[in-house]
Nanobody
Framework: QVHLVESGGGLVQAGGSLRLSCAVS????????MGWYRQAPGKQRELVAT??????TNYADSVKGRFTISGDNAKNTYLQMNSLKPEDTAVYYC?????????????WGQGTQVTVSS
């Protein structure tokens, strides 16, 4: 059974930094993209950043220059968040996408809360 386990959320003051981690337990075949999404209260879930198996990255305009996504060979993914703003407050979700018929197309973590105080 596959689980995505996020960690690293918390409370931080504006201008501070946090590093989120997502660890994959279980087997996911042919991962093509890993990413982070977030959902603030009363808002839809939105893309924050993604990284492909080839190392290509994509960021939401609102986080460009402040957040950095990375991954490692152990299929973990990280989100370094610098210069945090109160509007970054949300539950952050790890996402993994597979191109194999032996796995589900997409997996989600349970979410980790990030709160940025002004």
């Amino acid at each position: 059974q596959v689980h995505l386990v996020e960690s690293g959320g918390g409370l931080v003051q504006a201008g501070g930094s946090l590093r989120l981690s997502c660890a994959v337990s279980g087997t996911i075949f042919s991962i093509n993209t890993m990413g982070w999404y977030r959902q603030a209260p009363g808002k839809q879930r939105e893309l924050v950043a993604t990284i492909t198996s080839g190392g290509n990255t994509n960021y939401a305009d609102s986080v460009k220059g402040r957040f950095t996504i990375s991954g490692d060979n152990a299929k973990n993914t990280y989100l370094q968040m610098n210069s945090l703003k109160p509007e970054d407050t949300a539950v952050y979700y790890c996402n993994v996408q597979s191109s194999s018929s032996r796995s589900r197309p997409t997996y989600w973590g349970q979410g980790t809360q990030v709160t940025v105080s002004s």
